[in-house]
Structures are given as structure tokens and as C-alpha cells.
């Protein structure tokens, strides 16, 4: 049985194959190792970002200590795997009622980025994009007929 998992790149699970969806495939191995790892050394976010992008393995820990992977993670794989592994939510045992209610101030405030900007960028993002017109049309490769330009 495979463990493997195809995902958008909008990080949801899709059960379509790999040749209909463009995506990021990984495997459910990997999201269960770095999840022991998490377990076994704390919960360092520092050393399990650097545990998923040397491969699943860290040589100061002996039971992490050989390479995991036959090749390297793509950076798309890494950002995915650090999603699968937090998504349960924070484990009880590093919950700090008191102090995670604390919200430090921005010493540095963060730059306003005007709407309009916002809106123009995502006009033009939608410009660029066809519709498709129906199921049929996109089977038989045909795009939507261009409409004249005003």
C-alpha cells in the first residue's frame, strides 16, 4: 500500500492522480517521522524546520542520526510538511495559558499596503487568466472565444 498523498499547491489533499493535478506529492511516512521527532526533542520549531530541510534526519540525535531520504525535498514538500505536522495544533504539554494571552507591541510597525494597489494586482492577475467555458471545451482543448478589446 502506498502512503503517498498528492496536494494542491493551496495545500489541500486531493484524490485526483498525479497526471490530472498538478501538485506536491508526499508521503504520509514523512509527516509521522517528523511528528516522532517533534516528540522526542521537544518542541524546537527552529530544529524541526532544520530536521525537514536536511532530509528527515538530524546526526545529533541517535535515533534520527542516518539519512531518511534517497533525494533532497523540494522546497514546496518542506513548506507542506511543516503544514501537515502543526495543523493538530499545539501539544498540550507546551500550552501556557497565561503567558500565550500575552500579545508583545510592534516595536517596528508593520508597512500599510494601500487597497487599491491590492485590487489593481489582483485585476490583473484575473486578466491574465482564461475561463473556461465548460467541461466539454476544456476536454477537447477548445478556450473561450476572445472578446474584443474596448
Not at 489593481?120 to 484575473?126: E, H, L, Q, R
Amino acid at each position: 500500500m502506498s502512503d503517498d498523498s498528492i496536494y494542491s499547491y493551496e495545500l489541500k489533499r486531493t484524490i485526483m492522480p498525479g497526471f490530472l493535478v498538478k501538485g506536491v506529492r508526499i508521503r504520509e511516512s514523512w509527516v509521522a517521522r517528523c511528528k516522532r521527532y517533534l516528540g522526542s526533542t521537544g518542541c524546537d520549531l527552529n530544529r524541526l524546520v532544520i530536521f525537514i530541510k536536511n532530509g528527515l534526519w538530524d546526526r545529533r540525535t541517535e535515533e534520527f542520526s542516518e539519512k531518511a531520504l534517497d533525494a533532497k525535498l523540494t522546497v514546496a514538500q518542506q513548506w507542506l510538511i511543516l503544514h501537515l505536522v502543526l495543523k493538530d495544533g499545539i501539544p498540550e504539554w507546551v500550552q501556557d495559558e497565561k503567558l500565550d494571552e500575552d500579545a508583545p507591541e510592534m516595536i517596528v510597525a508593520e508597512p500599510v499596503v494601500d487597497s487599491t494597489l491590492k485590487a489593481a494586482a489582483k485585476s490583473a492577475v484575473s486578466i491574465s487568466m482564461k475561463p473556461v467555458t465548460g467541461f466539454s471545451n476544456m476536454m477537447k482543448g477548445q478556450t473561450p472565444k476572445e472578446e474584443p478589446e474596448e
